[in-house]
């Protein structure tokens, strides 16, 4: 998938001032960078990603107006002062050390530079001047740069190339850096200001991987499985990362090892891949195994960013690996489905005859609301049957609720992982499992039981109003706070970075779905050494049933 | 065997590795096995004991995973005196000889178990996060708030095939092959696929075999390939070092306490044999190292052999404690509550009921001892709104909630430095890629209704324009340098 560029494929592009562009390099078209320039889409295609590209002032004979950088050329600063210090290192005689340089004779006023503003203006608009030349002559007239320390030269330096040089390196769009766009150049309030620290956690609490291929089912004992459940209010940002995990992403995987044509035209390229005639339909929403369940409070999920990764929510591909392996159903589908106005009514089924006597078009609509019935029923169906693996959340909701009706369809051992960019829901939400909350329930609960009439049911509904949350359903909940501190690593002036990006810190929520069994058991165990064991008749003291955690 | 890491299924089956879920941060790991496995000489069969009680591994077979499974009352004390001189200590040994009796010597079948008074646990599938809380711990361990991170930043997806150095205690191999898993090898492969793969290297021969045993019982095996190699030495090819084949990594983590000196295997052309790498992807690479002068080093090498957008970054994790935590006059006997007045009026008016009190018992005091005559005034006093009973609320909703860091945090695990190596890109790829695309081909997009024959009028007139604008700056270049001169 990401081997070369491939025509009409979103990408990103890194501007020399670190800022983030997404572009769609549609063969034959021109991509414009703003004050950085522009190049034409084709010099870019079919070569590798994370190459960095010049763009010169004069096309080489073919119209080719790229260069590509090499990376010792991008280190060369780094490499030339890593030298001189080696060699500093070697012969420098302790007697002949060179003077430290100071910024005493800095002033901080602009008087230095002797290039006026207009004279630089006018050195862009020379022709021949490239960004590099620019920065050159910059430097050049700079009247006290020899007296820099090492540090504020190189600063200056990159101050100078950010601004004039037009470089530009083409960044595959995935999950991580789509990530990072949504949380520098956009709303990154949007995502909920998911980092990548947050993501990779998010999955890896949550145990979403790839289910293998389909022939797990051939294996016996082993139901088709890797299904997870995701509540997803950051417009998709999750459900792609969980999919980017599950390997059901990207649509090109298959021609991975294809090497390249030697030769036709690109016009071929441009054709999307051939949609599959009508008979050779591929029923969305209906693989079995290694699904992710989006559910959502509208009627329709909202998964805008998905589109970056080839697959758009209101026309998809049906060639999408996503097509058949994301399953989208809202609240109300999954918690009462007779209040659905899809699955409330479900349109009759009409005999071959009529159909066949109908008018076209009326037949279509006949098609389509029974698809789209039969799609939605079986969607619903399956999520409230339950045993999913995993339930992944980023929502707006208040989290207890979703983990109230979400928990039960957990199969045992299955992992609960939420993040939110606050903290306070999710530490009311372990409140809502605390060690007193969870032995108080199952002491009412037993309480509530043993008062039952002989052979009927108990009474459980105070237990349901006083517990919203089921605290015996869940296992070591935990809440995590996770930050990356990004570094300069340049010789001699390694530090952390000056600045970085405050707004919301971002927390994970873990735990684990438990099935506990029906007979009342007793903890035991020497968990409380110091405490004699309290032997009495009734075990409803709250430190005799303290359950393990 | 499909493996409970990745494939769990529904119900625990005989073989595979369960995790008896001790505490928090603990879990008991443990294969379960429908006999006696190393002829413990219970009667149940192979039992797990644990603090919380005995659990007989028939209890546990084919129940669902998440269970919560009762203790049983297993004989532990009299199989002691049956003789199993492996178990026994050597000073043991010769009274063993005289309490064996034929009768406990064979039992023909398993036991079945009875529920003990008290006791319970839950058992769990193990996922690479709660194995790396219980795995023996042989070298510093990679926890999961680092390897997600690395694991999402090198790319790592499923079908990829990961290169790990140092594999130390295997915490860093379940995470990398959960995020490689796409299939069995031993399945019948209906797409021409690639399968993901770690190729683990380590040079501690004992601990390489450690964790190979463990892949192995982990249903792992095929998906992970441990070599014991030295690889600043022997570089990355597995099987024979010298000729064996590239494992074609598309990601590389070295946990190694020198990565500068593995850097050299890693490029695209070594000098010995074949690269190790992916020639159709990019690779990224992660290496893990505690000390920033290791960092300085290995970056430095890293900019020598071209490696491309270079970043060094800490993670820093915590996990966060939440509680109730009761502060008042009435939290008298709670356990960790403070007994102290929430808030101000409340401290005045305890001041004021003290010396009312103080007030009472001295007139009492006088009264008793005859001082002084009762004067009539009521000694009693109202007590302030403050400072009355409240109305009984269920304990576990006292209090006010808190979160605060946990006691221990990790301040600093490592530094890790990310960067990548593009595919390499020859003149030659570069020209098949012009004249697939070429360079001064562009439509407007307006005009893309034309008819080709048209497009291709306009193309080679476009051409010819610019083979003249060509010719006419050829012209005007000696001019310039003349100007310039």
């Known amino acids: 998938m990401h081997s070369y560029i491939r025509p009409s494929q979103y990408c990103v592009v890194q501007l020399p001032s670190d800022q983030l562009k997404i572009i769609q390099p549609v063969p034959n078209t021109i991509v414009q960078l703003g004050k950085y320039g522009s190049f034409a889409a084709n010099q870019i295609l079919g070569r590798p990603f994370y190459l960095t590209f010049e763009i010169l002032d004069t096309p080489e004979p073919d119209g080719y107006g790229l260069r590509i950088v090499s990376a010792t050329e991008l280190h060369a600063e780094t490499l030339i002062e890593e030298a001189e210090a080696d060699g500093e290192g070697d012969d420098g005689e302790p007697g002949e ?27 862009k608009k020379e022709s021949g001047a490239a960004g590099r030349d620019i920065v050159a002559k910059i430097m050049e007239s700079h009247s006290t740069i020899d007296q820099k320390t090492a540090f504020s030269l190189a600063k200056y330096t990159l101050r100078k190339r950010k601004k004039y040089i037009k470089r530009f390196t083409i960044i595959p769009l995935d999950v991580s850096t789509l990530a990072n766009y949504m949380l520098a150049e956009k709303d990154a309030g949007r995502t909920l200001e998911l980092r990548d620290e947050h993501i990779g956690l998010l999955g890896c609490f949550g145990n979403v991987h790839s289910a293998g291929s389909s022939n797990v089912e051939a294996i016996p004992d082993v139901t088709p499985n890797g299904r997870y459940i995701v509540v997803d209010d950051t417009g998709g940002l999750i459900v792609a990362a969980m999919a980017e995990r599950m390997g059901i992403l990207y649509p090109h995987d298959e021609d991975e090892e294809e090497d390249l044509p030697s030769s036709g035209d690109a016009n071929q390229e441009q054709q999307v891949p051939a949609k599959p005639s009508r008979r050779q339909h591929i029923q969305g929403m209906s693989a079995s195994g290694n699904t992710i369940t989006v559910i959502s409070a509208q009627a329709q999920a909202n998964l805008s960013l998905l589109k970056y990764f080839g697959y758009d929510t209101n026309s998809p591909d049906e060639t999408h690996p996503l097509h058949t392996h994301l399953k989208s159903l809202s609240w109300l589908q999954l918690v009462d489905p007779s209040r659905d106005p899809i699955l409330s009514a479900e349109p009759p089924t009409l005999p071959d005859e009529e159909l066949a006597e109908m008018k076209s078009n009326k037949r ?143 927390y994970l929520f873990h735990a684990i779905r438990v099935i506990p069994t029906e007979e009342s058991v007793q903890a035991a165990g020497n968990f409380r050494k110091k405490r004699k064991l309290e032997t009495t008749s009734t075990p409803a003291s709250d430190k005799d049933v303290v359950m393990l955690s | 065997m499909p493996s409970p890491f990745l494939t769990p299924g529904t119900t625990a089956q005989p073989n595979d590795i369960t995790l008896l879920h001790l505490r928090r941060d603990q879990a008991l790991p443990t294969i379960l096995r429908d006999y ?196 600043y030495q022997d570089a990355f090819n597995v099987g024979d070092p010298k000729t064996g084949p590239s494992p074609k990594a598309n990601a590389i983590f070295l946990d190694l306490p020198a990565p500068w000196l593995a850097l050299k295997h890693l490029v695209r052309k070594p000098e010995s044999g074949e690269s190790p790498l992916d020639p159709s992807t990019t690779t990224h690479i992660c290496t893990f190292s505690p000390c920033l002068e290791q960092v300085e080093r290995t970056i430095r090498t890293m900019r020598k052999l071209s490696w491309l957008n270079i970043s060094m970054v800490e993670v ?96 600093h695990t490592s530094y890790l430095v990310f960067a990548m190596l593009p595919r390499e890109w020859s003149e030659e790829d570069e020209q098949k890629c012009r004249q697939r695309y070429p360079s001064n081909k562009v439509e407007d997009p307006e005009e893309s209704g034309k008819s080709k024959k048209q497009i291709k009028r306009e193309l080679r007139a476009k051409f010819e324009q610019a083979e003249k604008a060509k010719k006419a700056t050829e012209q005007q270049a000696p001019e310039g340098n003349v100007e310039a001169s």
């Open chain 1, 97 to 123: 050390e060179m003077p430290t340089r100071t910024n005493k004779g800095i002033n901080d006023d602009n008087s230095a530079q002797r290039l006026t503003m207009e004279e630089i203006e006018e050195l």
């Open chain 1, 364 to 506: 279509q609509a006949y098609y389509f609301k029974r698809n789209r019935y039969l799609k939605n029923k079986a969607v619903s169906d399956e999520a409230r049957a339950g045993g999913f693996n995993g339930l992944i959340v980023g929502t707006l909701f208040e989290p207890s609720s979703v983990l109230k009706h979400a928990v039960p369809l957990l199969a045992g051992s299955s992992q609960v992982s939420i993040y939110s960019p606050n903290i306070e829901p999710l530490v009311e939400l372990m409140d809502l499992y605390s060690v007193a909350r969870r032995t108080a329930y199952i002491n009412r609960k037993r309480d509530l039981e043993s008062r039952a009439p002989v052979g009927g049911e108990a009474d459980l509904s105070s237990l349901y109003e006083e517990f919203t949350l089921n605290p015996s359903l869940i296992l070591s909940p935990s809440l995590h706070h996770t930050r990356v501190r990004p570094w300069q690593v340049l010789p001699g002036r390694t530090h952390p970075m000056m600045t970085g990006r405050g707004g919301a810190e971002g």
């Open chain 2, 36 to 231: 006696d496995e190393d002829n413990m000489g219970y009667k149940e069969g192979k039992v797990a004991n644990t603090r919380f009680g005995s659990f007989p591994h028939s209890t546990m077979i084919n129940r669902p995973w998440g269970s919560q499974i009762a203790a049983s009352k297993v004989d532990t004390g009299s199989r002691g005196r049956r003789g199993n001189p492996a178990k026994r200590k050597a000073d043991d040994l010769d009274e063993s000889g005289a309490t064996t009796t034929g009768a406990e010597e064979d039992t023909p079948s398993a036991k079945k178990p009875v529920a003990a008074a008290s006791g319970f646990l839950h058992m769990m599938y193990p996922t690479p996060e709660a194995w790396t809380l219980s795995l023996p711990h042989r070298t510093q361990v990679v926890y999961a708030p680092d390897y997600s991170y690395i694991l999402h930043r090198l790319r790592v997806r499923p079908g990829d095939t990961i290169i790990e150095a140092g594999a130390g205690s295997g915490s860093f191999t379940h995470a990398a092959v959960r995020a490689v898993f796409n299939g069995y090898p031993e399945e019948p492969q209906t797409k021409k696929q690639r399968l993901g793969k770690v190729c683990s290297f380590e040079f501690h021969e004992q601990r390489a075999g450690r964790v190979r045993e463990e892949i192995s019982e982990h249903g792992l095996d095929g998906l992970v390939q441990v070599t014991h190699r030295d690889v």
């Open chain 2, 316 to 411: 820093q994790c915590r996990r966060i404690d939440v509680r109730r935590e009761r502060i008042g006059l009435d939290a008298t006997g709670i356990r960790g509550a403070t007994v102290f007045p929430t808030t101000v009026e409340e401290a005045a008016d305890k001041l004021w009921v003290d010396e009312q009190r103080a007030k009472v018992s001295r007139t009492a005091a006088k009264v008793k001892h005859g001082a002084e005559e009762s004067n009539g005034e009521d000694d009693t006093f109202v007590l302030p709104e403050s400072l009355r009973e409240k109305p009984a609320a269920p304990s576990y909703s006292l209090g006010r909630l808190v979160h605060r860091s946990e006691s221990d945090i990790k301040t």
